[in-house]
C-alpha cells in the first residue's frame, strides 16, 4: 500500500511560480502511474495532470497545458508538478493519487490519495 504526501503549497501572487511534490512511502512508486488532482471550494475534484511509470507520457487538462509540467523521480520516490504563471482561478486544495492501472485521467481510476495540499493565488 502507498502513502501519499505533499509538502509544499503555500500563497503566491499571480503569475508567480510554484513547485509542488509528492512523495510515496513505498519501495514500489515505479509500479504506479501517477496524478494530480484539484479541488476548489464548492467544485468537483478536477484533473490536472498524469505521467505514466516510466515518466515517457504525460497528460494536462486543457486548463494547464503549456504552464503546468508533470515529472518524476523513481529513484526518489517523488513526483512533481511545476506550476507556471498561476492565476487565481488555479486557487484549489491539490492532491497527488496514484494509479495500479498506469497513467489516467479518470479520477476513479486511483487507488491511493494524498492528504492534499492549498495553492492560493492572490491577484
Not at 508538478?81 to 482561478?89: A, D, G, I, V
Request: charged share 20%; net charge positive.
Amino acid at each position: 500500500q502507498e502513502h501519499l504526501e505533499e509538502p509544499g503549497g503555500g500563497l503566491v501572487q499571480a503569475g508567480g511560480p510554484m513547485r509542488l511534490s509528492c512523495g510515496a512511502s513505498g519501495r514500489t512508486c515505479s509500479r504506479y502511474g501517477m496524478g494530480w488532482f484539484r479541488q476548489a471550494p464548492g467544485k468537483e475534484r478536477e484533473f490536472v495532470a498524469s505521467i505514466s511509470r516510466t515518466g515517457g507520457s504525460t497528460l494536462y487538462a486543457d486548463s494547464v497545458k503549456g504552464r503546468f509540467t508533470v515529472s518524476r523521480d523513481n529513484a526518489k520516490n517523488t513526483v512533481f508538478l511545476q506550476m507556471n504563471s498561476l492565476q487565481p482561478e488555479d486557487t484549489a486544495v491539490y492532491y497527488c493519487a496514484a494509479a495500479a492501472g498506469g497513467r489516467s485521467n479518470l479520477k476513479f481510476d486511483y487507488d491511493y490519495w494524498g492528504q492534499g495540499t492549498q495553492v492560493t493565488v492572490s491577484s
